[in-house]
């Protein structure tokens, strides 16, 4: 029986050369644009990584190697980041959110999804508690 080998997906999200703070300037509304910014230094300062702009619209720091379990396809992905969507704020952990169970009951309101922690804005949560799963992430190979 042969061994399958795993192939790099391609990925229709990729890093860009595009600048990060001109994508960020651009967000409306204002406040949108202010948790952004919270967001952009406390990634930045966990990760100690400057931000990329992904397929100009997701700001990620760092790239990590991903393996589906489902597939056994590989894809490059940003290590951790965030997208300012229509409705919420995205942010990626790069890790199953399920991992910060603990948190997440004492983060605030909040909606999940595999690997994406949906907020509405930063007034809402504990930044405390977000600093801790952001680092927590980055912990993880």
């Known amino acids: 029986m042969t061994d399958k080998k795993s192939k790099l997906a391609d990925n229709k999200i990729k890093p860009t050369k595009a600048s990060v703070a001109d994508f960020l300037n651009g967000i409306t509304p204002v406040q949108k644009r202010a948790d952004c910014l919270v967001l952009l230094e406390m990634m930045k300062q966990a990760s100690q990584e400057e931000p990329v702009l992904w397929s100009n619209s997701f700001v990620g720091f760092g790239m990590k190697r991903h393996k589906s379990t489902a597939t056994g396809r590989e894809s490059d992905w940003m290590r951790i980041g965030f997208a300012p969507r229509k409705a919420d704020l995205s942010?990626?952990?790069?890790?199953?959110?399920?991992?910060?169970?603990?948190?997440?009951?004492?983060?605030?309101?909040?909606?999940?999804?595999?690997?994406?922690l949906y907020i509405k804005k930063l007034a809402d949560i504990d930044l405390k508690v977000l600093q801790g799963m952001i680092e927590a992430a980055l912990q993880r190979k």
């Open 91 to 116: 942010l990626y952990f790069g890790t199953p959110v399920s991992e910060h169970a603990a948190a997440l009951e004492k983060l605030g309101k909040h909606r999940v999804a595999v690997a994406c």
